[in-house]
């Protein structure tokens, strides 16, 4: 089967970097699923989650916003952070989690903080999400 | 050097010990250098690879960005990154020296100062320069959302047009033993991906349209760019930290052996003069 390059870099370290068979993601416009052989296309990346095939097995990684970059042969995703469910600590994710719902429960205050606060809260359920997807796979 | 022997020996007591806790910084500084190179290494692909990007999408479309034209200098920013702690040698006197090279002549209305680190902010503090903000205790391996806010602030004060330009001044990691202070402008993004010519133009699919994908590609860029410069000052911190302990370390070693030099020449006096008393009242007593 024929395979197409797949790196995930973050400003601190390159996280994935092998050949895969199929890439989905959801851009800015949607799912999508990347083939090799796929167009040249520069999506932007909201906070979520990228799915992986590689040898017939399905992985996914966590992505914390970010770009998409895709040529024929070679797919990059450039993300401020990106983890694999396996580093991922759960229960911080928790505490970032509680931390934000209980900022964005207090009304009332500058409006900066709103923005970051709703961020943190859907990076942290981005993170649980991936950790459970991952366990649901392995079943 | 006419000293008592006891007083020389408490000398080289006390310069053993210094030795030792140069020697031990020496050491600490070095494996720290290591993983601090480490990181440089690592960070390279994201801003290498973002500049790729941004390279083809300035290339292939006359888009103009506004963080992408020069427009006229009202007011010039600089982010000094220095370290929090001394005991590196000219490290932190070179960039602060570099910062008001830079700086000039200009009044405090034209420029303003993003501090990042506690000894060039207490310099610009004491001094009275504007800062305007200032980011310090950073650890060691600083990662990307240490620095995330000080790099997003002063981009989006390039943005909001506080400032025309924007400058990073910082120690250039060159090998553990030699450090550059540079001067190096981030913003407006002049000239990004006018070098790497790749031979095939690829033309690219923009998701929403190459606007959207750039105006929220650059920031992140100049943002990455901060990052790397910080990376890169600190490996120069622990180089010159480890180049400074090391050359303490051979002082001391230096001082020791002179000091020795010195005791046992004043133990040797010592004993001439007793047997000389001793003759001296020997021969008196015949």
């Known amino acids: ?139 | 050097m006419a000293q008592n022997a006891r007083d020389i020996r408490r000398r080289i007591r006390s310069v053993k010990n210094t030795q030792q806790i140069t020697k031990a910084m020496e050491m600490v500084a070095a494996a720290k250098l290591r993983r601090a190179q480490e990181r440089v290494h690592l960070a390279r692909p994201y801003a290498a690879k973002m500049e790729e990007v941004i390279g083809s999408i300035a290339k292939a479309g006359g888009t103009r960005h506004p963080m992408m034209v020069k427009r006229p200098v009202r007011k010039t920013g600089y982010v000094v990154i220095t370290a929090d702690r001394g005991l590196a040698g000219a490290y932190n006197a070179n960039v602060i020296r570099a910062a008001l090279q830079a700086v000039g002549e200009k009044s405090p209305d034209e420029y303003t100062i993003l501090a990042v680190g506690r000894k060039g902010r207490d310099f610009f503090r004491k001094r009275g320069y504007p800062v305007a903000d200032e980011i310090t205790g950073l650890s060691d391996y600083p990662t990307y959302s240490d620095i995330r806010r000080i790099a997003s602030a002063a981009v989006k004060m390039y943005e909001e047009e506080v400032y025309d330009e924007l400058y990073l001044v910082y120690n250039r990691f060159i090998n553990p033993v030699q450090q550059t202070p540079t001067v190096k402008k981030i913003l407006p993004l002049e000239d990004v991906g006018a070098g790497g010519a790749e031979g095939r133009r690829l033309h690219y699919e923009y998701e929403p349209s190459a606007e959207e994908v750039l105006e929220s590609l650059l920031p992140k860029y100049a943002e990455a760019l901060i990052f790397s410069a910080l990376l890169d000052a600190k490996a120069s911190e622990h180089g010159a930290r480890m180049t400074a302990m090391g050359n303490a370390s051979d002082n001391a070693a230096e001082m020791i052996e002179s000091l020795t030099l010195a005791l046992n020449r004043a133990r040797q006096a010592a004993i001439t003069m007793q047997i000389s008393e001793i003759v001296g009242g020997a021969e008196a007593l015949k």
């Open chain 1, 1 to 139: 089967m024929s395979t197409i390059a797949l790196d995930i870099v973050t400003p601190e370290r390159t996280v994935y970097s092998r050949s895969v068979e199929m890439v989905i993601a959801r851009g800015a416009e949607g799912d999508l699923g990347i083939l090799p052989g796929h167009m040249p296309l520069v999506t932007t990346l909201p906070i979520g989650l990228v799915h992986i095939k590689e040898e017939g097995r399905w992985s996914l990684v966590a992505i914390s916003g970010g770009f998409l970059e895709v040529r024929p042969d070679r797919v990059t995703i450039l993300a401020e952070a990106a983890e694999l469910p396996a580093e991922i600590d759960v229960s911080r994710a928790q505490r970032a989690k509680e931390r934000a719902e209980r900022r964005l429960a207090e009304k009332g205050r500058a409006d900066i903080d709103y923005v970051r606060a709703e961020l943190a809260l859907k990076r942290a359920l981005n993170r649980l999400k991936a950790v459970e997807e991952s366990k649901g796979a392995m079943r």
